[in-house]
């Protein structure tokens, strides 16, 4: 009696980790139309659109605090770029290049030997 009962347990406990854990099938794949995240489509993407990112968590899904750290970490260079180009551009447009250095450089030719 008292092995039919570990068998009976250990069965119910094998049927509902399968239940949970899956039976080792591959995920469904995402339809072709789907678009996993959401992002703006209609101008660049900013370093507030990468913060606001949050990606689906699934049973199996990913280490959130990696891929949380790996978009605060694009955000923060998508920050450095954008700053860079608008001290860029407010340069340029203090302090724009002189005629002459807008003008093609000559082309070196070297001499032939002699």
């Known amino acids: 009696m008292y092995l039919l009962g570990m068998i009976l347990v250990g069965g119910v406990l094998f049927l509902i980790a399968s239940f949970v854990f899956g039976r080792g099938e591959a995920l469904a794949p995402m339809p072709p139309d789907a678009v996993p995240v959401e992002l703006p489509e209609d101008r660049p993407t900013t370093a507030d659109d990468i913060r606001l990112l949050r ?3 699934v049973l199996r899904g990913y280490r959130m605090h990696e891929v949380d750290w790996v978009l605060d970490k694009l955000a923060g260079e998508l920050e450095l770029r954008d700053a860079e180009i608008r001290r860029l551009r407010a340069e340029l447009a203090r302090d724009p290049l002189p005629a002459e250095a807008e003008e093609e450089p000559p082309i070196w ?5 002699g």
Do not use: E, Q
Request: proline content about 25%; hydrophobic content about 40%; overall charge positive.
């Open 55 to 57: 990606l689906p968590v």
């Open 109 to 113: 030719v070297p001499r032939s030997g």
